[in-house]
């Protein structure tokens, strides 16, 4: 098996050159569970060198039908240790880190960064993610899911602390619509990792209405 092989239709996309580029990226996707699951299978594949996972929680049956990377025999495991197997098993040109640890301890490590990942379930953390990206200048992904409904923004220069900072629990999800989300956060990391363009600062927000449309709209953040 050689790269050139196992990513060929990406090398058929942007050539050699921006593929091989992907092999010196490193990100870090924090949270292991549905957002992080679809990130990590997406990412995990792409040829990014180098992936970080920050989880300390472990695999409940509950989470299994929309936390795409687990199954029944990972249930009492940790999320973060389970994903990084997984991807070395899926591509042997990855390097998957696992931190089974709260983001508090993983941010005074002093990691550093192409592109952190936002796949939590709290607004007090991602309001933490956004301060050490700030502080250390790097972009991130912030993204949320509910019921049918979800949101992703490319932060950059805007103010995440526009959000209300509270720690709200959806009341139930539907499997797809974590799906749908974490593909979106994937494919604009990836632009991003390739050099292509992406538009920064802008809060793009998913839902079906009540006639069962998709309704995709767009809202600029304020700067920071």
């Known amino acids: 098996m050689t790269p050139e092989a196992y990513f060929n239709r990406q090398i058929q996309l942007w050539g050699?050159?921006?593929?091989?580029?992907?092999?010196?990226?490193?990100?870090?996707?924090?949270?292991?569970?549905?957002?992080?699951?679809?990130?990590?299978?997406?990412?995990?594949?792409?040829?990014i060198g180098e992936?970080?996972?920050?989880?300390?929680?472990?695999?409940?049956?509950?989470n299994i039908h929309r936390q795409i990377a687990f199954t029944l025999e990972d249930e009492g495991?940790?999320?973060?240790?389970?994903?990084?197997?997984?991807?070395?098993?899926?591509?042997?040109?990855?390097?998957?880190?696992?931190?089974?640890?709260?983001?508090?301890?993983?941010?005074?490590?002093?990691?550093?960064?192409?592109?952190?990942?936002d796949a939590t379930d709290n607004l007090p953390v991602r309001g933490e993610i956004d301060k050490v990206a700030k502080a250390t200048d790097t972009p991130?992904?912030?993204a949320s899911v509910e019921e049918f409904n979800?949101?992703?923004?490319?932060?950059q220069k805007a103010d995440f602390q526009v959000f209300n900072i509270s720690d709200h629990k959806p009341g139930g999800i539907a499997a797809p619509i974590v799906m749908h989300i974490g593909s979106l956060q994937a494919n604009l990391a990836l632009r991003?990792?390739?050099?292509?363009?992406?538009?920064?600062?802008?809060?793009?927000?998913?839902?079906?209405?009540?006639?069962?449309?998709?309704?995709?709209?767009?809202?600029?953040?304020?700067?920071?």
């Open 51 to 62: 992936i970080h996972l920050v989880d300390f929680d472990t695999v409940s049956n509950h």
């Open 77 to 117: 495991e940790n999320k973060a240790r389970c994903i990084a197997k997984l991807l070395e098993r899926k591509n042997p040109f990855v390097k998957a880190v696992a931190f089974d640890m709260p983001f508090d301890d993983f941010k005074g490590m002093g990691n550093t960064y192409d592109l952190i990942l």
């Open 150 to 155: 979800g949101q992703v923004c490319f932060f």
């Open 192 to 224: 991003y990792l390739a050099g292509l363009p992406v538009v920064a600062d802008k809060l793009y927000y998913l839902y079906f209405n009540d006639e069962g449309e998709l309704i995709t709209q767009k809202f600029g953040m304020p700067k920071a």
């Open 140 to 142: 991130w992904i912030y």
């Open 16 to 47: 050699e050159a921006t593929q091989k580029a992907l092999q010196q990226k490193k990100i870090a996707i924090i949270g292991a569970g549905g957002l992080g699951s679809t990130l990590a299978m997406a990412l995990g594949t792409s040829g």
